[in-house]
Structures are given as structure tokens and as C-alpha cells.
């Protein structure tokens, strides 16, 4: 268990103890701020960020995990919060806006995290504001990032879309020249002259292109 991708000697420890203390910490990034809350009260740090207490205020919906490798949406609600969350709310664009879950393990009921693993990790895709006599409530739907793996890429192995991926990077220059060159093979081409310090017939070509 501890080889596995994203857990710990830590968290294997946790796991065969007899009495553990769970906690689970969402991380909504907006692109003007990022929201960090946990399941816990007062401020703890989980990865070197420090993550807000929300409480009970705070609820997540059942995670889905089986063999396969499918996509499973979650959703986020949070309750009782601030004008800085509203405000987000009401003004920020949250679609395709990256969220992740953690489930973490405190230390001996303290404030301290032992360790945590990634449970969730997704996009926003819609939000909801619900308002009623008991209070206002905000609940984000997320996508798995595994939903990725049904949506055709739009990059193409030509020199403008390795732009996008890698500025600068010159791997498919040549690429266009190549597609219409004609390569003569063991036989030689018609205007070949025999000469050669000329240079051969593919490096005149890819010259005039």
C-alpha cells in the first residue's frame, strides 16, 4: 500500500490503527483567489496551505471508485459562509475551474495532519445558490478529471499546436514540408545530375519549401 501513487508510510500507518481521526479538506481554485476549507474547526495546514475550519458547514457527497476507469462526478456544498465566498459565487466563471478533495488523518485529535490522500480531483462545472429561512447555501458540481479521457484532443502534430503545448520548441518545424515530398528510394530521380556535392534530391527540396 505504501508504493502506491499518492500514499504514504504515513497513511498506511493510519490505516492499520485501531482509532483514527478523519478529516476531509476541499481546495476550489477561482482565478482570482483560492478557496481552502476543511472539515474541522480553527485553521490546519495540509501541504504547506493552511486550510479554514467550516465544521459540519462543509458536506461532500459519496465517492464513487471501482475497477474500471470511468469518471464520477461529486459535489460540494457549504454552508453559513462569508461575503468572500459569495462574492466569488456570484461573480466568478467556475466552469472547467479545478477542485480537488483530500481525506486526511489527524494527529492524536489535534489540529496537526498525519498525512492525507487525494480522493477527488476535478473541474467545477455549475453552481448553484440555495436560499431559504435556514440560511443560504452553495453547492458546486464537479467533474472527474478522468472525464478527460472521452474528449478528442484538438492539437495536432504540426508546428502551431506544438506552440500551445511548448513555446518556442522547434520539433515540428518540417513537419508541413514533409507532407508533400517525394523521396526517391534506390533509384535515381529525374533531375539528377549526378553531382554530389550538390546534395541529394530530399535536401534540395526540403530547401525550396
Do not use: H
Not at 4 to 33: C, H, M, P
Not at 38 to 44: F, H, K, R, S, V
Not at 171 to 187: I, S, T
Amino acid at each position: 500500500m505504501a508504493s502506491r501513487s499518492g500514499i504514504d508510510s504515513n497513511i498506511t500507518n493510519r490505516l492499520g490503527a485501531d482509532q483514527q481521526y478523519l478529516f476531509f479538506a476541499v481546495k476550489a481554485q477561482f482565478d482570482t483567489e483560492t478557496i481552502r476549507v476543511w472539515t474541522g474547526i480553527d485553521d490546519i495546514q495540509v501541504d504547506g496551505e493552511t486550510y479554514t475550519g467550516a465544521g459540519t458547514l462543509l458536506q461532500v457527497s459519496e465517492i464513487e471508485d471501482n475497477m474500471e476507469i470511468s469518471s464520477a462526478n461529486c459535489n460540494f456544498s457549504l454552508s453559513g459562509m462569508d461575503k468572500t465566498v459569495l462574492n466569488l459565487a456570484l461573480s466568478e466563471n467556475i466552469q472547467n475551474r479545478k477542485i480537488s478533495l483530500f481525506m486526511g488523518y489527524l494527529s492524536g485529535g489535534s489540529n496537526k495532519s498525519a498525512g492525507e490522500i487525494t480522493l477527488f480531483s476535478g473541474r467545477m462545472t455549475n453552481l448553484t445558490i440555495n436560499d431559504d429561512p435556514n440560511g443560504m447555501t452553495i453547492v458546486v458540481n464537479a467533474e472527474n478529471r478522468l472525464v478527460d479521457l472521452n474528449r478528442p484532443c484538438n492539437l495536432r502534430y504540426t508546428q502551431a499546436s506544438q506552440q500551445i503545448v511548448s513555446n518556442g520548441d522547434t520539433g515540428f518545424k518540417y513537419v508541413m514540408a514533409l507532407q508533400d515530398l517525394e523521396v526517391n528510394w534506390g533509384r535515381p530521380s529525374n533531375n539528377d545530375t549526378g553531382d554530389s556535392s550538390s546534395g541529394s534530391e530530399y535536401d534540395r527540396q526540403l530547401a525550396q519549401r
